[in-house]
């Protein structure tokens, strides 16, 4: 008799289960859970007849899609911000599709590398509200401080990554994050909002961290060639570009970056012109990438230091050039810098200010 009634009890324990997982499956059917679905993009070729951000890709260059993003989902509650979601996430090349951009930031309408393997979380039940930050490289990072002990909103902000390892100064225009001051409408442009019974889609379009350096140069005609006297026609047999930023750069605020007046170190750039380089020993035009940043020496400028060299003679010149740049700007600039040279170069340093 015992048995019999604990049979029975087995049963109508069962079968509640059982209609339990029914009206639960029913009530996600009409209510399913809230979720939030990452797209990651890239910037790839502007729309005929409007200016895409200066120095994104574009049909002249060639850029390698990244391999790895660094991922944040920053949750906002009672004005206390916190980490909700983190991880890094491999990115495959086969996943990387060419598109058209629809959503809300200024480069509607233009094409895109859309990462058609978006990254999705599901809420179960949490209601949340927040912002999501991504950084995008081509080569692995390394990080001031490790991805596990960021935690607050600021120290995500004040994320730094290491720029001097050669495989990554050689990656920079392979580079690309969300920049934490770029607003649509008042609002940070990757904001989200699952708060009520609604789920979110953001598009991360992601931008480059390194500017983009474009140096054109041109020898008078008429000191190219001097049939008298051979030895004083002018020739620029040499020059590159001298201590470029290899320190810790901001992960979010591309052009934020401070160094020392002057900067001492760091990463060169050689072999823009070389003695080999017959070509260009009279005009010429080359472009490489770095990371912005400006020297407590000349605010709002971007220095660029120079080593030059005329008619091999062994004599340099040292001209830094002091670029004029928007610090608060969430985007990093094209800059160009035309050098005119009428004169053999002497043994000296200078240094010219360009504002445009």
């Known amino acids: ?54 120095g994104d890709p574009g049909l002249t260059e060639r850029f390698e899609l990244p391999k790895y993003a660094y991922v944040f989902v920053m949750k906002e509650s009672n004005g206390i911000w916190s980490v909700w979601r983190k991880e890094e996430v491999p990115l495959l090349a086969e996943h990387w599709v060419l598109t058209r951009y ?61 720029t001097s390892p050669d495989s990554i100064q050689q990656n920079l225009q392979n580079i690309y994050s969300t920049p934490y001051n770029y607003e649509v409408n008042g609002t940070y442009y990757c904001s989200f909002d699952c708060t009520h019974d609604n789920s979110s889609a953001v598009d991360l379009i992601l931008y480059h961290l390194a500017v983009k350096v474009d140096l054109t140069w041109n020898v008078a005609e008429d000191k190219r060639i001097n049939e008298e006297s051979p030895g004083s026609a002018v020739r620029l047999t040499y020059m590159e570009a001298r ?11 591309p052009m934020e970056n401070r160094a020392g007046s002057p900067l001492v170190s760091g990463y060169t750039i050689a072999d823009i012109v070389t003695s080999g380089d017959e070509g260009l020993w009279w005009e010429g035009r080359s472009y490489f990438y770095t990371i ?37 700007s969430p985007f990093v600039p094209w800059l160009r810098a035309t050098i005119n040279i009428s004169q053999p170069l002497e043994n000296k340093t200078d240094s010219k200010l360009i504002n445009s």
């Open 1 to 54: 008799m015992k048995e019999a009634i604990m049979r029975l009890c087995y049963r109508q324990l069962t079968l509640l289960l059982l209609l339990l997982l029914v009206l639960s499956g029913c009530y996600d059917a009409v209510h399913p859970p809230r979720g939030l679905e990452l797209s990651l993009c890239m910037p790839a070729q502007e729309q005929a007849g409007r200016r895409r951000i200066p």
């Open 102 to 162: 629809h959503g809300s930031n200024n480069t509607y309408g233009d094409s895109i590398y859309r990462y058609d393997a978006p990254i999705q979380y599901v809420m179960k039940g949490e209601k949340v509200k927040g912002r999501v930050y991504a950084i995008c490289s081509n080569k692995r990072l390394t990080f001031a401080t490790a991805m596990n002990n960021i935690t607050t909103l600021s120290e995500l902000t004040n994320w730094q990554f290491d």
């Open 243 to 253: 201590n470029l930023f290899a320190e810790y750069a901001y992960c979010f605020r």
């Open 292 to 328: 912005p940043y400006t020297t407590t020496g000349v605010a709002g400028y971007f220095p660029l230091q120079l080593r030059m060299e005329t008619n091999s003679s062994g004599d340099y010149y040292r001209p830094t050039l002091y670029l004029q740049v928007d610090t608060e």
